[in-house]
């Protein structure tokens, strides 16, 4: 089992282009999560999902959308990135009925410009 | 909604020696506290976690204690070895909140 994957692993943006990051994983969870982790900021929930077809706003949504079409996928997407959005994003899944414990992906490196 | 408070931001240690590193909560209807470590460059992972229903819980070298009147608890690191350096978080949940509420990080060196 692979767990949870990201893609794509860095990437450069300049002010205002759009990207989408993928998260997949292959453990059937019902939950999945998108995190940004910045220096002394710890890790602050940007959206999150708790099945296919849902999402709710985490603690900072603004400037990302996302979508759970399918329950093994959460995409985040930028709609015009700015240099604020520069960080380290992880996704993670969990089963349902928690809280339990959340697995994490290997992160997206992520730049503005 | 809940805030977690971590402390302290960094914290240096003589290996053999041991580590300790508290958070507080806010919300006390809190009842779930993991602890993840995160190495350099990867990704945060589980360490221990403990329930409101229990004030301590040990996992060889490393022990949680939970003081749910004071409402904080605490991460405990025997016999430091170089492998425990590392980033630690703390979070809290609760029951039916489906989300996890992380502290700032510790970042703990230990030094040979």
């Known amino acids: 089992n692979a767990g949870v994957t990201q893609t794509p692993k860095f990437r450069v943006l300049k002010t205002g282009q759009s990207m989408t990051l993928l998260c997949a994983q292959d453990m059937n969870h019902e939950y999945m999560y998108w995190y940004r982790q910045d220096p002394g900021m710890g890790l602050r929930l940007i959206h999150y999902?708790?099945?296919?077809?849902?999402?709710a706003k985490g603690e900072v949504p603004d400037g990302y959308n996302v979508s759970r079409l399918k329950k093994q996928n959460f995409l985040l997407g930028l709609e015009s990135a700015a240099p604020s959005q520069t960080s380290v994003y992880f996704c993670a899944s969990s089963v349902a009925g928690g809280p339990f414990e959340q697995f994490f992906g290997p992160g997206t490196r992520l730049t503005v410009l | 909604g809940e805030n977690v408070e971590q402390h302290p931001s960094t914290l240096s240690v003589q290996e053999g020696d041991s580590a300790v590193i508290k958070c507080t909560y806010s919300?006390?209807?809190?009842?779930?506290f993991p602890w993840y470590k995160q190495e350099l460059g990867k990704r945060p992972q589980l360490i221990i976690d403990?329930?409101?229903?229990?004030g301590e819980k040990k996992d060889q070298r490393i022990a949680v204690t939970l003081n749910k009147t004071a409402k904080h608890f605490s991460l405990h690191i025997t016999e430091t070895q170089p492998e425990d350096s590392a980033v630690y978080f703390c979070?809290?949940?609760?029951?039916?909140?489906?989300?996890?509420?992380f502290g700032q990080g510790t970042r703990l060196t230990i030094n040979p």
């Open positions: 979070a809290a949940s609760t029951v039916g909140a489906q989300k996890l509420v």
């Open positions: 403990i329930r409101s229903n229990v």
């Open positions: 999902s708790v099945g296919e077809g849902t999402t």
């Open positions: 919300d006390s209807a809190s009842n779930y």
